[in-house]
């Protein structure tokens, strides 16, 4: 839903880098939640701080440097390219937490894998790339996010996923001055409703969806998780359809019946 609504925001003038900052204030709300279930027990000790710090520097981190290589280099290929993230942590995953699951989960995972490229193919567009920059940022962002899951796994073992997602909205907002940094100013920014108050509205699902992908991964394989996380494009091409009218290119197609085919698999 959150891929669905947010373009929005930003279609009505208000720049993502800013749209960042709102999120990592809705993050707020989903923590003080997530630590009253818990009766305010947060985890202090010098290990989770550090474990909970680091899940979420290199999710927020690598939001922006997403941001960054986004204006140097051709959306159609950084966004294919990152969303395989999940196979660094599926492989970390089996190499090192020693995950294991049947062939025909297997079967799903590759799949899950094969749409995850389709669904988050984009067409080429007037940009282009200036020198390699972006390719570097492309290459840190898949390295961030694919590490974050698989320490959001690991951090799990030893600590409360409540704690961690307390520590994960604590470095979103201390990274926030950099997403200010970011933003170009000498455009025309959206201050009104459609600005930062619909941002928050769109962007607490992202939030919410965050502490929840804390709590799969507390119960659940990341090998198992992190895929099925990553077909969420489906959900946002349906509602896109329903919403905006927009057809799905051959490209969208091939990517929603691998979608289907996984999440039948993988929900075994």
Not at 158 to 172: D, G, N, Q, R
């Amino acid at each position: 839903m959150w891929g669905a609504l947010i373009e929005v925001p930003q279609k009505a003038g208000f720049p993502p880098t800013l749209a960042y900052i709102v999120w990592a204030l809705t993050m707020i709300p989903c923590a003080l939640v997530a630590l009253y279930l818990v009766k305010w027990k947060l985890e202090t000790d010098k290990r989770s701080v550090l474990l909970g710090s680091a899940v979420g520097l290199l999710g927020a981190g690598g939001q922006l440097l997403l941001f960054q290589a986004l204006k140097e280099g051709p959306a159609y290929i950084i966004f294919p390219f990152i969303s395989l993230y999940p196979i660094l942590t599926i492989l970390l995953s089996v190499l090192i937490l020693k995950e294991k699951t049947s062939v025909l989960k297997w079967v799903g995972i590759g799949t899950a894998l094969v749409a995850i490229f389709f669904l988050s193919y984009q067409e080429p567009g007037a940009s282009d790339s200036r020198g390699f920059l972006w390719l570097a940022l492309s290459l840190l962002v898949f390295v961030a996010w694919g590490l974050q899951a698989y320490v959001m796994k690991f951090s799990n073992e030893t600590m409360k996923a409540e704690s961690i997602f307390f520590y994960m909205a604590v470095t979103a907002l201390a990274l926030s001055p950099f997403a200010w940094w970011m933003t170009d100013f000498s455009q025309p920014i959206n201050w009104g409703f459609k600005g930062p108050y619909l941002a928050a509205l769109v962007h607490v699902l992202n939030s919410v969806g965050a502490l929840m992908l804390v709590y799969a991964l507390r119960y659940g394989k990341a090998i198992i998780v992190v895929p099925l996380t990553g077909l969420a494009p489906l959900i946002t091409i349906v509602l896109s359809l329903v919403l905006y009218s927009v057809m799905p290119g051959p490209m969208l197609m091939i990517g929603l019946v691998f979608a289907v085919i996984a999440i039948f698999i993988l929900s075994f």
